[in-house]
């Protein structure tokens, strides 16, 4: 099996039935305070619920206790919980009570392979700005890659330097700007040439 993409940041029940017919394993729903991505819960929703079964529908969350995530995440039908703050451990260990946990590392500095330890399905390796495009030197996912932990991989990635990410073989990748005409307006054409080149990585083209 090819590597599994996330598409985040969607506001638009179009850029989502596209992201899933084209592949994507995961959608991602912004609800953290801030980002030029928000999404309500009730559009979220909207657009989970007109999605197929087997896509996951993921919210993203930044510093919100774990109380207000939870009610989120059930307003809105979301599946998997992201938490790209500094939320403590116990924060996801309530939240993972109910739902998957994944958990974001911004990267200022080689990841630190004790983050291993962090009571999540999986960790997320983001720049130091989440959402911004801002990318960091690929092999500082390393350390964190080798302890066999779930590693997703983000921060600038796009269909253009698939390249410097896809042979470190994390368990996927996550793209927001990449793919974007304009934050929270997914390109079609970007989002077609994503899917086109990892397919063609995959046919070991
Ligand atoms: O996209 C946002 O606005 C955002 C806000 C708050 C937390 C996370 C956010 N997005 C996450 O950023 C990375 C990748 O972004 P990019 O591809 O570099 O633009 C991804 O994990 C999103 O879930």
């Known amino acids: 099996m090819g590597v599994r993409v996330k598409i985040c940041g969607l506001t638009r029940l179009e850029d989502a039935l596209l992201a899933e017919a084209l592949g994507a394993h995961a959608l991602g729903f912004v609800l953290a305070p801030g980002s030029k991505r928000r ?18 529908r993921v919210g993203v969350f930044r510093d919100q206790g774990p109380e207000e995530v939870l009610k989120l995440m059930e307003a809105a039908r979301l599946q998997v919980a992201q938490l790209h703050g500094a939320e403590p451990p116990e924060w ?3 939240v993972g009570r109910f739902f998957p946990v994944v958990k974001a590392f911004s990267l200022e500095g080689p990841a630190r392979p004790e ?8 960790l997320l390796l983001d720049g130091k700005a989440p959402g911004s495009g801002e990318g960091y030197p690929r092999a500082w996912a390393r350390p964190l890659l080798e302890t066999g932990a ?9 269909p253009e330097n698939l390249g ?18 304009a934050p ?9 040439a994503l899917f086109a ?6 046919r070991g083209v």
Not at 150 to 158: F, M
């Open 197 to 202: 080149r990892l397919e063609a990585w995959n």
């Open 150 to 158: 779930r590693v997703i991989l983000a921060g600038g990635l796009t």
């Open 39 to 56: 999404i309500s819960p009730e559009t979220a929703r909207t657009i989970s619920e007109a999605l197929g079964p087997f896509v996951v």
């Open 184 to 192: 929270g307006v997914k390109s079609p054409a970007r989002l077609r």
């Open 164 to 181: 410097e990410v896809l042979p470190l073989k994390p368990y996927a990748l996550d793209l927001a700007s990449g793919v974007e005409e």
């Open 92 to 94: 996801a260990e309530r």
């Open 115 to 122: 983050w291993a330890a962090y009571p999540a399905q999986a």
